[in-house]
């Protein structure tokens, strides 16, 4: 069962990297909204890099920012939580790998597997708490924006690149959540199972010979070895 629910996280989280790698470059972070418009002729979207203008011919004109540190505050710390979150999701990707108990990779180190495991579930969680404070954090700056009624420039609507976001960061949580669970439940597994172990099969042949009894003899018989003779 501990396999399965690993695999699943793996999974979970490896399709989340996945999301967030096309999310980041995606240029429909917020586009222009027509509400109250009667005739648009061009549509403004931006992303964290760049900002492009179409027009109803369907020609596309980009241009990047200019300076970094010219830009708002939520744009420099969201870009900086999206690498983070990247970094973390590459990260956790390779520990997952090695630590999941299915595959060959680490050796036949349950213990060392275990670790490793739960700490690229450490690196999903990392992974998805970014990428959601980042993402929210956009768009609550579009949604303030957009209903403040003293706002003189343009105002956006949330592009489709926020919810390829949030569905990516609640993947890497929930498969996070997942690994570090089964790492913790396989782990308790086996200290019990090792607690509960029957006295004679850890039982050494000195300790037998020193006793007087033998394995065989430790299940509450009351007939010495004598008694065979």
């Known amino acids: 069962m501990d396999s399965a629910v690993e695999v699943v996280a793996f999974i979970l989280g490896f399709i989340a990297w996945i999301m967030l790698g096309v999310c980041i470059p995606y240029g429909y972070w917020k586009v222009s909204t027509v509400d109250g418009s ?64 299915c595959t060959k990779v680490g050796g036949d180190n349950y213990v060392f597997k275990g670790r490793v495991a739960g700490v690229g579930g450490v690196c999903y969680l990392v992974e998805g708490l970014c990428a959601m404070v980042a993402i929210s954090w956009y768009a609550f700056n579009i949604t303030r924006e957009f209903f403040d009624p003293l706002y003189p420039g343009t105002k956006y609507e949330i592009g489709p690149a926020l919810y390829i976001g949030w569905c990516a960061g609640t993947m890497a949580l929930i498969g996070g959540c997942c690994l570090c669970c089964s790492c913790n439940q396989g782990t308790a597994d086996k200290q019990s199972a090792y607690y509960l172990a029957p006295r004679g099969t850890i039982m050494s042949a000195t300790q037998a010979s020193r006793t007087g009894k033998y394995p065989s003899e430790a299940g509450g018989t009351n007939y010495g070895r004598n008694a065979y003779v």
């Open 38 to 101: 009667v005739i648009t002729t061009s549509t403004i979207y931006e992303n964290l890099w760049m900002s492009c203008a179409s027009d109803s011919t369907g020609l596309h004109n980009c241009r990047e920012f200019p300076s970094l540190l010219a830009l708002s505050g939520y744009l420099q710390a969201s870009r900086a939580l999206m690498i983070t979150a990247l970094v973390a999701g590459t990260l956790g990707n390779v520990a997952a790998m090695v630590g999941l108990k």
